[in-house]
């Protein structure tokens, strides 16, 4: 009698343990679940692939920013609603430009973060210039030059941008958008850049893109691949989503288009956001 009484008292005891356990469980899952959904707010920082140059209509307040009503960031907060939308991304940013002048609208309530980021770093601009108006040994040895910042320092420069993010806005999902590859192999190009060194700027977008692929996935972020949705849309192709050299207006030169924003970026952010 003594021994089942002990047992029915032990019994209750677990019992009652169980259920303060389960209750904790619930109380911390409804917890968690209250902070998602408050957590709603998007922040989209980056360079000139995510402010929209390229794309036209700019916002007259973001000075040369250029952030665009046209860009993959506008066109998903138009259609989505977050709770709040706050666009910094800024044309010619590198890493350490987002660290200083961008990250102030993170918080608590960001639920969702975008960024384009280390085309900049690397040189894209002068490796294209040199390309364009040198010869093609000196293209072909600048963008060698870039793939061996892409090896030795970008990814340290993309730790510090994304240890920033996670920590000021630890709540968010952060989905990170490589590039394009510029141009279509064996296109409708009649002048311009040889082969060689149109195949030499596409394998360059390929390794910074991998690079950048690698950062994301170590941080725990989500990685969105838009060369595939340019396929078929590049410079050289019948129907480019990419400007080539714009000589009226040099800084459009290889940006997207509107197209290239509504058609490439913002189908493959919507997937991964």
Known sequence: ??????????????????????????????????????ATGYVALGDSYSSGVGSGSYD????????????????????????????????GARTGDVLAKQLGPLGSGTGLVSISIGGNDAGFADVMTTCVLQSESNCIARINQARQYVDSTLPGNLDKVYDAISAKAPSARVVVLGYPRFYKLGGSCLAGLSERERTAINDASDYLNTATAKRAADH?????????????????????????VNWTNIGESYHPTAAGQSGGYLPVFTAAA
């Open 220 to 244: 725990g972020f989500a990685y969105g691949n838009v060369a595939s949705a340019f396929a078929g849309h590049e410079i050289c192709s019948g129907s480019p989503w990419l400007h080539s």
């Open 60 to 91: 007259s307040g973001s000075g040369d920013c250029k952030r665009s009503t046209r860009a993959y960031p506008a066109l998903w907060a138009a259609a989505h609603s977050p709770s709040s939308f706050n666009f910094t991304a800024c044309s």
């Open 1 to 38: 009698m003594k021994l089942s009484r002990i047992t029915a008292y032990m019994s209750s005891l677990l019992l009652a343990s169980a259920f303060a356990l389960t209750g904790a469980a619930a109380a911390h899952a409804d917890q968690s679940a209250a902070q998602s959904a408050a």
